[in-house]
């Protein structure tokens, strides 16, 4: 399973950004997806996360009401949709596929290569 994130990018404070993820290699619509994120000097974070048809998601609390996480089995794509970004939201977010994982990162079966996000203030 491959999978290749993009769309991060720099911006401003309060500005949205996209991100897409698309797989790979076997049946997208297997894995639950999720997004975490790395900043500099941190641990790796869950951001969000959507079961394999859509009808579960879950947000780390920071992200609830600004962060939106989606899926479009179709094209075998996660998106991370984020609004009213934060300097704090910078870092490298990362794609992730699990077979019956949720929001920990230990439980992810395989990753993509992360795209960075950074916000000036």
């Known amino acids: 399973v491959q999978l290749q994130a993009f769309g991060g990018g720099l911006v401003q404070a309060g500005a949205s950004l996209r991100l897409s993820c698309v797989v790979s290699g076997r049946t997208f619509s297997r894995y639950n997806m999720g997004w975490f994120r790395q900043a500099p000097g941190k641990e790796r974070e869950f951001v969000a996360v959507i079961s394999r048809s859509g009808d579960r998601i879950s947000y780390a609390d920071s992200m609830k009401g600004r962060f939106t996480i989606s899926r479009d089995n179709a094209k075998n794509a996660v998106y991370l949709q984020m609004s009213s970004l934060k300097p704090e939201d910078t870092a490298v977010y990362y794609c992730?596929?699990?077979?019956?994982?949720?929001?920990?990162?230990?439980?992810?079966?395989?990753w993509g290569q992360g795209t960075l996000v950074t916000v000036s203030s």
């Open positions: 992730a596929a699990a077979n019956w994982g949720w929001n920990s990162k230990t439980s992810y079966d395989y």
